[in-house]
């Protein structure tokens, strides 16, 4: 595996691979990656013929009091995995590659609507910052297919968005959830978890189980969510939000819709805030 962080070496590298008629795959992350980061990896050799993965902890995803400084860089870890699952070449930028005017006065890219509830609401300013750095990497990539992981469902939905809006010519492949064996989500703030928070953090997923089971047995969708925030709560957790939402666009559904719908929870457990989902028609 070759590691660049130089725009140019990137892009003659990808360049000589697409006159070979190489189809190129692509996986952006932040880093400190796990098993659930290399499953893309994975997915994307399934896809493609080449696979480019980026590690870069871009700041301008990072709100005011969030965790930006203490977010786990483990470049050197990230490489042997990355080889290891036989991916081609790591772009590991510097800040100044990707904001040549400086993080702060970059250019903002802002989906509305679906990137406007939930996550929007709590983290202002997040998916700006996410569809801002997306835009760039694809730009500077150029790949034919692109995967992001579908814990992150709602940036799922800010990407493809993007792409339709920017008439990009690349294709999103989404990559299904990895847990661990007792259903929490793999997620690399995980880390952050004592071992008595790590305990309890299985009740995020068990919340979402449990609101699955509530829909199918016909109860009204506003009393699944308020009694999921309270099983949350008395799990030790502080819920942004438990909400049933339609998978296609985060619409809030009408009373009586039974298909395409999804349940979505954040919650923080100490100073780490958790994120999770569940599908209730299962693709």
């Known amino acids: 595996m070759r590691t660049v962080g130089d725009l140019r070496a990137l892009r003659a590298c ?23 980061h290399f499953s893309l990896i994975e997915l994307a050799r399934r896809q493609a013929d080449r696979v480019v993965a980026s590690v870069f902890v871009n700041p301008t995803q990072f709100g005011p009091g969030e965790d930006f400084e203490r977010y786990p860089r483990t470049l050197a870890e990230d490489s042997v995995g990355l080889v290891e699952h036989n991916c081609d070449l790591l772009f590991a930028p510097a800040v100044e590659t990707m904001y040549p005017f400086g993080s702060g006065h970059a250019l903002r890219i802002h989906v509305p609507d679906v990137g406007d509830a939930l996550e929007g609401e709590h983290r202002a300013g997040h998916f700006d910052g996410v569809a801002t750095v997306v835009a760039k990497l694809f730009a500077m990539v150029e790949p034919d297919v692109a995967v992001f992981g579908q814990k992150d469902w709602q940036q799922l939905l800010v990407v493809r968005r993007l792409v339709r809006e920017l008439a990009l010519p690349l ?17 690399s703030r995980n880390r952050y978890l004592d071992a008595q928070q790590r305990a309890h953090a299985p009740a995020l997923h068990a919340a979402l189980e449990w609101m699955r089971e509530s829909f199918v047995e016909g109860h009204a969708l ?15 957790f502080v819920p942004d939000y438990a909400v049933v939402r339609r998978a296609e666009d985060l619409a809030v559904p009408d009373e009586g819709e039974r298909s395409g719908l999804m349940a979505l929870v954040a919650a923080r457990l100490g100073g780490t805030r958790l994120i999770d989902n569940l599908f209730f028609d299962l693709p």
């Open 222 to 236: 506003g009393a699944i969510e308020g009694a999921a925030k309270r099983r949350l709560e008395r799990a030790g």
């Open 171 to 187: 294709e999103i492949i989404a990559g299904p959830i990895v847990r661990e064996a007792d259903g929490l989500a793999m997620s």
């Open 14 to 36: 990808v360049r000589a691979w697409k006159q070979e008629g190489r189809r190129v795959g692509f996986v952006p992350t932040m880093g400190n990656l796990h098993a659930g």
